[in-house]
């Protein structure tokens, strides 16, 4: 009886031991968020920030309760598909496509089972993304800020600030899906106005410091800068440029004015990225993207920056300088 008593304790004092080693082991793993990007890391510190945000309101926070894989292809649409891919190969819980329409359509390619997040300036619709904007179906939903579709808007409020420039020098990434679509809308809508284009058509570095060249040898007048990925990623050269060369210039999000761009017309893009968390941290609660409507913006925003007008010598007529929503000073 002794022998067997004190193999019962030593027996039961060994189970104890174990509880916390198989607690641990029953531990659910932590759920990771795939992010891919067209854009780069440097020009998206905000935009990480307010989805960030988003995904706590969901009560997600990263570190603690969720994971976060970052991939970012930097305005070269090609590495899309691979990024997705190796995502897709790590199994996370929800795959993130923004910073634009390929970087969607992309994770779609990848995947019909993992639940997708995806945030672009089209229409998903359009693009093929969804069935409906109410009822996306599938394993798809996000939120589109539409500035793709409002290259007209921006290229009237541009001939308005500088009427009578004979020619307005439009950038145009020719990689981006939707960019002859846009293109003949352009035009269109200049020949509304009596306004002559010159595009110069950049997807890489080295297209874009040419174009520079070829824009001043054409003698424009201004700059319109069409909604673009990579052009985001190149913002602090642009704007330079334009500075340089004492160009009045158009732009689609309030980033490029608040960072010494002329003016911008467009939603707020810090928006769309914090709804992209509060779907991503709904879906991680059990929802699924089918039920989940499309987000668009209900607010277009009108940005002038008085201190760039100083600097390069323009002066902003007052019928246009009151219709704008934000005056930088």
């Known amino acids: 009886m002794h022998i067997r008593r004190r193999e019962f304790i030593i027996a039961l004092g060994g189970a104890a031991a174990a509880w916390p080693l198989a607690a641990r082991a029953q531990k659910p793993a932590m759920p990771t968020i795939g992010w891919m990007s067209a854009r780069s890391p440097e020009d998206s510190t905000h935009l990480v920030a307010a989805f960030r945000q988003g995904l706590g309101e969901a009560g997600f926070v990263e570190g603690q309760n969720v994971g976060i894989e970052f991939r970012w292809a930097r305005g070269q649409y090609d590495q899309l598909p691979a990024l997705a891919a190796d995502l897709v190969s790590r199994r996370v819980a929800v795959l993130l496509g923004v910073?634009?329409?390929?970087?969607?359509?992309?994770?779609?390619?990848?995947?019909?089972?993992?639940?997708?997040?995806?945030?672009?300036?089209?229409?998903?619709?359009?693009?093929?993304?969804?069935?409906?904007?109410?009822?996306?179906?599938?394993?798809?939903?996000?939120?589109?800020?539409?500035?793709?579709?409002?290259?007209?808007?921006?290229?009237?409020?541009?001939?308005?600030?500088?009427?009578?420039?004979?020619?307005?020098?439009?950038?145009?990434?020719?990689?981006?899906?939707?960019?002859?679509?846009?293109?003949?809308?352009?035009?269109?809508?200049?020949?509304?106005?009596?306004?002559?284009?010159?595009?110069?058509?950049?997807?890489?570095?080295?297209?874009?410091?040419?174009?520079?060249?070829?824009?001043?040898?054409?003698?424009?007048?201004?700059?319109?800068?069409?909604?673009?990925?990579?052009?985001?990623?190149?913002?602090?050269?642009?704007?330079?440029?334009a500075a340089q060369n004492r160009l009045p210039a158009m732009y689609h999000f309030r980033e490029f004015a608040v960072a010494g761009g002329l003016t911008s017309y467009g939603p707020s893009i810090t928006d769309g990225y914090h709804q992209a968390g509060i779907y991503a941290g709904r879906i991680l609660q059990g929802a699924k993207p089918a039920d989940l409507p499309v987000v668009q913006p209900t607010k277009f925003e009108f940005v002038i920056n008085l201190k760039t007008a100083k600097l390069i010598g323009f002066e902003i007529p007052p019928t246009v300088s009151a219709r704008a929503d934000e005056v930088i000073e």
């Open 99 to 241: 910073g634009g329409d390929p970087s969607a359509i992309a994770a779609k390619q990848a995947t019909s089972t993992i639940p997708i997040v995806f945030g672009i300036g089209g229409d998903p619709v359009r693009a093929g993304l969804v069935e409906s904007l109410n009822r996306p179906g599938g394993n798809v939903t996000g939120y589109t800020v539409l500035t793709a579709e409002m290259e007209p808007k921006r290229l009237s409020l541009l001939h308005e600030l500088v009427r009578g420039v004979p020619l307005i020098g439009v950038l145009l990434n020719p990689n981006f899906l939707s960019a002859d679509r846009r293109w003949q809308e352009l035009e269109q809508a200049a020949a509304t106005i009596g306004q002559h284009l010159f595009v110069s058509r950049v997807s890489n570095d080295v297209e874009l410091s040419a174009a520079f060249a070829i824009l001043i040898q054409q003698r424009i007048g201004a700059l319109l800068v069409t909604a673009d990925p990579y052009l985001d990623t190149q913002r602090d050269r642009i704007i330079a440029f």
